[in-house]
């Protein structure tokens, strides 16, 4: 088809969406010259019409909000989205549609909309900037348009844009910290610029995310960039405006205020500073990164900080190791235990007989549904050094991230449910900070990143007003409460004032922040005055020589003490671990534990790169514990791993190495029997064997059903990108299977090194592989079951695993006492049907066994028949076990059509006769799982 031809077959066309979208799609197809979707991909796993996915919420006139239809699918290429032509005035519905089904079309990196007469390609590479490209229709007879539209289909790294989101935030920070020292140096009260230029800031960010008219507020900057007086009347104008809602000119001017715009007037610009904002405009403000946003922003806006400008700051993914264990963990462990349930009311209802059970079950799963909801939406996050907001705005990201995904499953039409709308709104954060400039900024941080994840998620943002005041960010200090004499409240320390006794803080559910980082030695160098210092030594039971971080330590472990399941993270000086500072630490685990620690980590303060702690408190609780990334028994006051005897009963002879949590994939390293056949039958660069890397894989449905014979690619974490890539097929499947979905996750270590498991339990492999087996239990279960697992078998993270071979142990685990004193300790879910929690800290560490490990009675010792004893019923039990599972009859029936079919010889001549036996065992196990009878032979039927 010539362009020509296709101008003018769809200038004229006026067909429906539906009737247009696959005809125009073909004939692009044709006049780019290249392959429609049947004919690359007849099966339409990869290129596909309407690809179904399921949809976050209403997004447009015609979303139900349930589930959806991409109009066309390209896996790794595009989404593509249609809209009748002529009907509506912008693209903008369609745009919000593929927003909300780009992360079940694998998030492609373009997403493009378009209604004949137009198409819009917009970019959507995780950390990088948002660009838009516009094709009219009518000139499609250009062969830079053709092109441009070709490279979608052929080449859409090549639009990947050059600037990645932290670039924009820098640049334009140095824009507007120009503006800023042009107006400290003309004498403009610096609170009084600030406070301005966070006005001018916000408009640039509106504009950009279409919450002000398009274009307005760079025009008048364009239109008067010669003229101050006039760009000053204008702004005093707009900012009128936006606190009310009315119009501006011929615009119309939503509703903003949230005490932003209390005060509208604006500060006259020179025509330099003009130049600076028009440059500061030309950014995408839409795509600013509002993790780093508030600290390059207060360094520009903040004489005394003026000199950071430039320095490092500290990363979402530095912070997230204090949200993550602290926010998302519980509320993630909670969603999950909200899942099984709800699949638990599912089966009710499938198996129910009457029209008023399955209501009752129907009832029970939207409550289930609403109830988790109910916690994202009252979730109360505090930040006592909030500074400008970062913490708090990863915070409030993570929550609506988890708010989505509940939209998301809540979607599936057998839940029945209807549509859920976002709830979570940013006042539920609180924050305490001392700097006027800082808390100030974090609440215009907070609001643009919630402003920003609305947007770039296809949900619209609230009206009437779009911006509340967040009242719960206070300007005072967060240590101690000052009064004047005659007793009225005062925010900081002045001249005369009186102090009433430790700060108070606002009640919350989560404690985040990282305090300000001062030794006792220079407190009065950095400001603190003798009086300061006299009433925080009066006030606190805290050794003089405390840094001053400990003094937040102190405030939130009280609280802690108050309510037990208030959990906190915050970072500290690496003093935190010494004599002279790990007093709080000490006084909470007189009544709490620290559960997840960095006892030396690197980090950026204040643009400089620092050693610090990371500690995370809370109440008394049975989840596993975590230092430095791994799982350990206990974390004691300084920071290092073992039994603390004075809180716990837990003995040191059970804890790791003896036991671990499997391996955390984090992307698709698994696959079927019929896939591992090709790669172990492909020799190698490195001339190994594939077998060092592609290994069974069992998680803990491999236990409590049957065995599914699947594989995994495992490269070791201690092991470079360049000893991985040896094993080439091994590395191409996961470069192709991985990569992609790694490439959107927002940590940037788990995108750097994609090849790698998320969390691969580092010294685990080491452990097992040197047995001829191990013990495994699924971590979730009705039934307590424990089954032995062969090596070189990678186990998942739904398995607890024992690095004991010997039927004494296996005996000990299963019998009935441990399994009495596992149910005593263990966390029953929510729905008894779902079963209960094994957790090996309390469930397995504080168990007495007959012997310590390790030092069971050898031959002739006194014990020693016992010991045998234990283990020949073991044996015998086992056997039996396995003879009910897999009768020996049935199961040679199997084998033998596996035999019939293939004798792995392939596999025998490159991996070495184990890895014959291992992957025939593989494709028994597999279809053993689809025997008519032997897939009702499982551990929990038993």
Request: charged residues 25%; negative net charge.
């Amino acid at each position: 088809m010539t362009p020509a031809a296709f101008i003018a077959k769809w200038k004229r066309a006026e067909l429906s969406e539906r009737a247009a979208s696959q005809e125009h799609f073909l004939d692009l197809c044709k006049l780019l010259g290249v392959k429609t979707p049947a004919e690359l991909d007849p099966v339409g796993d990869t290129f596909t019409f309407e690809k179904g996915v399921a949809v976050a919420g209403p997004a447009s006139a015609g979303s139900g909000g349930q589930r959806g239809f991409a109009d066309v699918w390209y896996k790794g290429r595009f989404g593509w989205e249609y809209k009748r032509k002529g009907k509506y005035a912008t693209l903008t519905d369609a745009l919000r549609q593929l927003q909300q089904y780009r992360d079940a079309l694998a998030n492609p990196p373009l997403l493009v909309v378009c209604d004949i007469a137009h198409t819009e390609i917009h970019t959507n590479f995780t950390g990088y900037r948002s660009d838009v490209y516009t094709i009219e229709l009518e000139r499609l007879h250009e062969p830079e348009q053709l092109a441009l539209l070709r490279r979608v289909f052929t080449d859409p790294e090549s639009f990947k844009p050059e600037e990645t989101t932290e670039q924009v935030t820098e640049q334009a920070a140095k824009n507007i910290g120009a503006i800023a020292q042009g107006l400290r140096e003309r004498g403009h009260d610096p609170h009084d610029a600030a406070h301005f230029l966070m006005k001018v800031m916000f408009c640039l960010f509106a504009e950009d995310v279409e919450l002000l008219p398009k274009g307005v507020f760079q025009t008048i900057l364009e239109r008067a960039d010669k003229d101050p007086a006039r760009l000053r009347k204008q702004m005093d104008t707009l900012f009128a405006a936006m606190r009310t809602g009315g119009d501006f000119g011929v615009d119309e001017i939503a509703y903003f205020n949230g005490g932003l715009f209390d005060d509208a007037s604006a500060i006259e610009l020179t025509e330099t500073e003009i130049k600076y904002l028009i440059k500061a405009a030309e950014k995408d403000w839409g795509s600013v990164e509002p993790s780093v946003f508030g600290t390059l922003f207060e360094r520009s806006l903040d004489p005394d900080k003026r000199a950071q400008i430039g320095a490092h700051y500290t990363s979402r993914e530095d912070i997230m190791l204090v949200i993550e264990p602290v926010i998302v963990r519980p509320l993630r462990k909670a969603y999950e235990e909200m899942q099984e349930a709800v699949e638990a009311q599912l089966e009710r209802r499938r198996s129910a007989t009457t029209a008023a059970t399955k209501k009752k079950a129907d009832d029970a799963i939207a409550e289930l549904l609403r109830g988790y909801q109910d916690r994202l939406a009252s979730v109360r996050v505090l930040d006592p050094a909030c500074g400008s907001g970062n913490f708090l705005y990863v915070a409030i990201q993570q929550l609506l991230e988890l708010e989505k995904e509940l939209i998301l499953y809540a979607s599936r039409p057998e839940l029945g449910t209807g549509g859920l709308i976002p709830r979570v709104r940013p006042t539920q954060l609180s924050g305490i900070e001392i700097n006027p400039y800082a808390a100030e900024l974090a609440q215009v941080v907070i609001w643009i990143g919630y402003l920003q994840w609305m947007h770039a998620n296809g949900f619209n943002a609230p009206r009437n007003p779009i911006l509340e005041p967040i009242t719960t960010i206070e300007n005072r200090d967060a240590i101690l409460k000052w009064t004047t004499p005659e007793g009225e409240p005062r925010s900081v320390w002045e001249e005369g004032a009186t102090c009433a006794g430790q700060a108070d803080w606002p009640e919350a559910d989560f404690i985040v922040g990282n305090p300000p980082f001062l030794g006792s030695k220079v407190f009065r160098q950095n400001g603190l005055n003798d009086q300061y210092i006299s009433e925080m030594y009066q006030h606190f039971d805290l050794p003089n020589t405390s840094d001053l971080v400990c003094y937040w330590f102190e405030i939130a472990q009280q609280r802690i003490k108050q309510t037990p399941q208030l959990r906190a993270g915050l970072l500290a000086t690496q003093g935190i671990r010494g004599r002279d500072n790990r007093k709080p630490l000490e006084h909470h685990l007189a009544h709490g534990l620290i559960f997840d620690a960095w006892s030396d980590r690197e980090w950026i303060l204040d643009g400089a790169a620092v050693h610090v702690s990371i500690v995370c408190l809370t109440g008394p609780t049975n989840e596993i514990v975590f230092l430095d990334g791994s799982c350990v028994s206990a974390i004691q006051v300084d920071l290092s791993a073992g039994v603390a005897i004075s809180t716990t009963q837990s003995l040191p002879e059970n804890g790791p190495p003896l036991w671990s949590v499997g391996t955390q994939k984090g992307g698709s390293f698994d696959f079927e029997a019929e896939l591992c056949e090709r790669l172990l039958s492909q020799p190698t660069v490195n001339g190994h064997s594939p077998l060092d890397v592609v290994r069974p894989w069992k998680s803990g449905i491999d236990l409590t059903r049957r065995e599914r014979g699947k594989w995994n690619v495992y490269f070791d974490p201690d092991k470079d990108r360049e000893w991985a890539a040896g094993y080439d097929r091994a590395f191409e499947y996961a470069e192709k299977h991985v990569k992609p979905e790694r490439e959107s996750n927002r940590r940037e270590s788990y995108r750097i090194y994609w090849w790698i498991h998320q969390e691969p339990r580092r010294g685990l492999d080491a452990r097992l592989i040197q047995l001829p087996r191990f013990i495994a239990t699924p971590m979730v279960t009705k039934h307590r079951l424990f089954a032995f697992m062969t090596s070189p078998t990678i186990p998942d993270k739904q398995l607890t695993v024992f690095a004991r071979s010997d039927d004494y142990f296996f005996g000990v685990l299963h019998s009935s006492i441990h399994e009495l004193w596992a149910r005593r300790q263990g966390t029953q879910l929510r729905e008894a049907e779902s079963g209960f929690r094994y957790t090996p800290t309390t469930c397995f560490e504080t168990f007495p066994l007959p012997w310590p490990p390790g030092s069971e009675p050898k031959e002739g010792e006194d014990g020693f028949a016992l010991h045998e004893a234990i283990a020949d019923t073991a044996h015998k039990l086992n056997e039996q076990r396995e003879n009910w599972l897999n009768p020996p009859a049935w199961v040679a029936e199997v084998a033998a059509q596996v035999d019939a079919e293939d004798d792995f010889a392939d596999v025998a001549a490159v991996s070495g006769e184990e890895a014959r036996r291992l992957i025939r065992q593989s494709a028994i196990d597999a279809a053993s799982a689809k025997h008519a009878k032997l897939k009702k032979r499982t551990l929990t039927n038993l």
